[in-house]
Structures are given as structure tokens and as C-alpha cells.
């Protein structure tokens, strides 16, 4: 693909973006807190539930969330509202919702890109490819020429998903932590 240059590309990119573009890419890693346990279940077509034999905790969960549950009887049934962690389906709930959320915040799924193990996605500015977002599971690592594209993965993990790590890094160590840790 074509290395982006600020400079070289600033006539294809126009003068309303001007004022986002980073002449040197910022380089971001981060870490999401609980992952699996923020995917929303919400506008799914299947419905997840969960039975609570245990009185004891059937009666601390009442006592403290102060839920009701869906289908009562001997051992109450709740409908899921958010992934549990272990539940098989875990990863693929988070890895819908992160997409589902990246898309919101202008990030576009990279699919011949991704694979297995990570899932690559692109912040576009005019048919540019200014940032390059790179998710293994609920590790990330952002390369970006964008202060917008900064801003809204910032909200998205730091604000919305409680990341445990942001951590800006300059071109050297940031090369160097990609090629240790990837």
C-alpha cells in the first residue's frame, strides 16, 4: 500500500481537514478492562439467558441490583443484557459490538486485512487511509495522522469501556512494542 505523507497529501485531502492532520503519526496502545463482559446484547435476534439456582445468590443479586426477573419460578431466569465472561459466545458478542461501535466512531473494518487473530480497521479522510487501528481480542494499537480519529477511539475505549491502559508512545518505541508484542 502507499505510505502516507501529511505534506505530499495535504492538496488531496482539502483544507477542511487541514487543521486534523498530525504531521508525525501518533503512535497508542490499549488495553480494555473486561472485554467480554461490555458487549451489549441488545438488537440481537437470538436472546441469552441465565438461571440462578443458587438462593443464596438469587437472593444477594435481588438485594443488590434490585432485579426482577423475566421468567419467575423455582430458579428465576433473567434475560442478558451484556455478554457474561465465559459464555461461548463471549468473544463473538464483543468483537459484533466493538465493530458495530469502531464503525459508529468512522473506523472501517479491514477485512482482507484481518484474520484469526486480529482484526485490522482504517480511519478514512477523503478516500485516505490517515489512521490504521489494529485489535488482538481487547488489545489494541493505533498508528494515526488523525486528532479526530485519536479523539473518538479515546472516548470509545477510555470512556465507554473503562480501557485499563492508554498509552501514547513516540516512533521508535512504538515500533519496537508492535514488533515485540505482535
Not at 21 to 35: E, N, W
Not at 46 to 62: C, D, G, H, M, W
Not at 87 to 92: I, L, V
Not at 93 to 117: I, Y
Request: contains cysteine; aromatic residues 14%.
Amino acid at each position: 500500500g502507499m505510505t502516507f505523507d501529511p505534506l505530499e497529501h495535504q492538496s488531496l485531502l482539502g483544507a477542511d481537514v487541514a487543521d486534523d492532520i498530525l504531521l508525525q503519526p501518533k503512535y497508542v496502545s490499549f488495553d480494555v478492562v473486561g472485554a467480554y463482559m461490555h458487549a451489549s446484547l441488545h438488537g440481537l435476534e437470538s436472546k441469552y439467558f441465565v438461571q440462578i439456582r443458587n438462593p443464596a445468590l438469587l437472593e444477594t443479586v435481588l438485594r443488590l441490583r434490585g432485579w426482577v426477573w423475566d421468567y419467575p419460578g423455582e430458579a428465576p431466569v433473567f434475560q442478558l443484557k451484556h455478554a457474561l465472561y465465559g459464555h461461548p459466545f463471549a468473544g463473538d458478542f464483543w468483537s459484533a459490538d466493538f465493530r458495530s461501535m469502531a464503525a459508529a466512531a468512522g473506523f472501517t473494518l479491514l477485512e482482507d486485512e484481518s484474520d484469526e487473530e486480529k482484526t485490522v480497521y482504517a480511519y478514512i479522510v477523503n478516500g485516505i487511509k490517515v489512521a490504521t487501528l489494529v485489535l488482538y481480542v481487547d488489545d489494541g494499537f493505533i498508528v494515526s495522522f488523525s486528532k479526530i480519529a485519536l479523539e473518538r477511539l479515546h472516548h470509545l475505549i477510555c470512556e465507554i469501556w473503562n480501557a485499563r491502559e492508554w498509552e501514547e508512545w513516540n516512533a521508535e518505541e512504538g515500533i519496537k512494542f508492535l514488533a515485540a508484542r505482535y
